[in-house]
């Protein structure tokens, strides 16, 4: 089985570790989000790609979901004895290795795509990793902030405001000039399944489907694509998914989310068993959708919702 997941960070990455768990056989391509890139101490981060790439291929800090396992933190402490920053985002020291890493083969021309093969060379995650584009994309936000107006990195948003302030709109500079990068349409018109994780819906997922060619190629593609919902008794299982909703006019539920997406898009949807009440609001939006434990509690928890999210594509199949 060919199976392509659209990926943000901690979410996605959970999720495809139950995946593989659930279908240790399958084909998987990952395409992972570039939104949240940032440029910092004149190194390219890249968040979720690293994200899936370390958790999958045993190196992510379990407890935070994000970052080494066994990190340490002398360089950002040597950086801030400097007086540079930002102070808000932590790069650990063996993080700053895989950036630097990253940094010195896209100053020699590598594209992005080839780039995070190479990393995975070492991680060997069990999935096919792609950036959704060798462009530069990077998610901005709108906010009224000490009395003016102004547009921040999304991530200076995230982690350093943790969304305090709304969001007036969320912006994906660059998408709409980028390109999917080499390995992402081609991978979508073989899939035999595609599937939306728990992922964020509009800064992780929706910001892959804003580079142009890759809605409209898994709209076209003829298989099953099916999503779990991300907000399970009207709010976020992690984060703060509600926050980028509103900044968009979506409510935080999971309903919401699902027509959110489209029946034009999305063929299945799995919502939490607190909110079966939804389904029969989503199957009338044109939605196959069942309710089941969404909570992913550990490996075996998320395989099974794994497994019933390709359940729920035969049953769209057939």
Known sequence: MRIV??????????????????????DITVIGNTGDDIHLFGLKVCPDLDTVMYTLGGGINEDQGWGRTDESFHVKE???AYGVGPEWFGLGDRDFATHIVRTQMLGAGYPLSAVTE?????????????????DRIETHVAVDADGESRAIHF?????????????????????????????VLEAIASA???????????????????????????????????????IVGDAPVRGMADKVLAAVGVEATAAAV?????????????????????????????????????????????????????????????
């Not at 659209?6 to 240790?24: D, N, Q, W």
């Not at 909110?275 to 089941?292: F, K, L, N, P, T």
Request: proline residues 8%.
């Open 78 to 80: 040597e950086l801030a």
């Open 258 to 318: 699902a027509t959110h997406y489209g029946s034009g898009l999305l063929d299945g949807w799995l919502v939490d068993t607190v909110d079966a009440g939804a389904v029969d609001e989503v199957e009338a939006a044109g939605i196959r959708c069942r309710s089941v434990p969404l909570m992913m509690t550990d490996v075996a928890a998320t395989a099974e919702m794994a497994r019933q999210a390709l359940v729920l594509a035969e049953e769209v199949r057939a």
């Open 192 to 230: 035999d399944v595609i599937l939306f994780p728990p992922s964020n819906p509009v800064v992780s997922i929706g910001t892959i489907l804003a580079v142009p060619g890759i809605r409209e190629a898994i709209a076209e593609a003829g298989v099953p694509v099916v999503g779990l919902s991300p």
């Open 155 to 183: 991530q200076e948003y995230w982690v350093k405001l943790r969304a305090s302030v709304p969001a007036r709109a969320i912006v994906p500079v660059g998408a709409e000039q980028a390109k999917p990068a080499p390995g």
């Open 118 to 134: 190479a990393l995975c060379a070492r991680w060997k995650p069990g999935v096919r990793l792609l950036p959704m584009s060798d």
């Open 5 to 26: 997941v659209l990926a943000g960070g901690i979410g996605g990455a959970r999720f495809l570790r139950g995946l593989k768990e659930a279908s240790p056989d399958a």
